[in-house]
């Protein structure tokens, strides 16, 4: 099974950027789904979005779309997260998961299904000004 662990988060302005890594160590990502997960504060767990190991498909949720770019190193068994154009609704203590694949990463890209996975303890991110 798959370990992880997040870095990169920290404060940021409104339309600052951050990039968040996932450094993954077990198994080879070729056969899983990784993806990145944000939860706010009073809220719940969401999917930003998801990448396959096996063909680098993407999905992004609509907050993400045109903001947020995600992109894997399989060599480096790390998933990245540029994110551009924050904003103080990003806030957010980020976390990365992987799951075995089983459909293409737009339907997987749900927080139930990554449950049953391997999740990261999260960065905090922060957008303030």
């Known amino acids: 099974q798959l370990q992880l662990v997040e870095s990169g988060g920290g404060l940021v302005q409104p339309g600052g950027s951050l990039r968040l890594s996932c450094a993954a160590s077990?198994?080879?990502?070729?056969?899983?789904?990784i993806g990145w997960f944000r939860q706010a504060p009073g809220k719940e767990r969401e999917g930003v979005s998801c990448i396959s190991g096996s063909d680098g498909s993407t999905y992004y949720s609509d907050s993400a779309k045109g903001r947020f770019t995600i992109s894997g190193d399989n060599a480096k068994k790390t998933v990245y997260l540029q994110m551009n154009s924050l904003k103080p609704e990003d806030t957010a203590v980020y976390y990365c998961a992987a799951r075995g694949l089983f459909a293409p990463v737009r339907a997987m890209c749900q927080t139930y299904y990554f449950d049953v996975g391997s999740w990261g303890q999260g960065t905090q991110v922060t957008v303030s000004s």
């Open positions: 077990g198994p080879r990502l070729d056969y899983y789904a």
